[in-house]
């Protein structure tokens, strides 16, 4: 199993460009989240899905979007980035909503 | 609203001494988790607490969650080079809320 992936590993955007971050489990996980790590302020939830086709806003939403078509696939979009969106991005499955998170290994974001 | 704050966010130490890492949030928590992370790399799950007053042992990790089940703490005793990265508390009500994590660098 290759667990929780993501895509790309790195990315650099330029001020109002928008992208599409992309997290797959082969894990037949039902819940997905999507963080955001930046230098010393631990993990913040942007959004969630709890389970296949349900999404939602978790802490930190403004600015991003997100989409759960398939079980094991969780997208998110960034609209019109900016530099305060430079940040390392984590996604996440567990089994059930509460449980054992899965991370992957991270999308690092530079927003020019 | 929910926080889980976390002391210390750095902690020095030379190898063999002991660590510990506390969280405390402002409601009671369903459960906490606790997971580490090795610079570079992603968080990866310790262990899961979930009722009051448990403590449970990982070799040299001892984790415990308060009567209350508003505190946790990790305790590492004679810490290792191994033992090096940041470690997260995340207190589940309904939803996780992570704490900043500690930051542990061991000197050998």
């Known amino acids: 199993n290759a667990g929780v992936t993501q895509t790309p590993k790195f990315q650099v955007l330029k001020t109002g460009q928008s992208m599409t971050l992309q997290c797959a489990q082969d894990?037949?996980?039902?819940?997905m989240y999507w963080y955001r790590q930046d230098p010393g302020m631990g993990l913040r939830l942007i959004y969630y899905s709890a389970s296949e086709g349900t999404t939602d806003k978790g802490e930190v939403p403004d600015g991003y979007n997100v989409s759960r078509l398939k079980k094991q696939n969780f997208l998110l979009g960034l609209e019109s980035a900016a530099p305060s969106q430079t940040s390392v991005y984590f996604c996440?499955?567990?089994?059930?909503?509460?449980?054992?998170?899965?991370f992957g290994p991270g999308t690092r974001l530079l927003v020019l | 609203g929910q926080q889980v704050m976390q002391i210390p966010q750095y902690q020095h130490v030379q190898e063999g001494e002991d660590f510990t890492t506390y969280c405390n949030s402002s409601?009671?928590?369903?459960?906490i988790q606790w997971y580490k992370q090795r610079p570079g790399g992603h968080p990866v799950f310790l262990i899961q607490?979930?009722?009051?007053?448990e403590v449970k042992k990982q070799k040299r990790l001892t984790f415990q969650f308060g009567e209350a089940k508003k505190n946790s703490s990790l305790h590492i005793t004679a810490t290792q080079t191994t033992d090096v990265g940041t470690y997260f508390c995340?207190?589940?009500?309904?939803?996780?809320?992570f704490g900043s994590g500690t930051k542990l660098n061991v000197k050998p």
């Open positions: 996440a499955s567990s089994y059930n909503w509460g449980e054992t998170q899965y």
């Open positions: 607490l979930v009722k009051s007053g």
């Open positions: 894990m037949n996980h039902n819940s």
């Open positions: 409601t009671t928590l369903s459960n």
């Open positions: 995340a207190g589940y009500l309904n939803k996780f809320y």
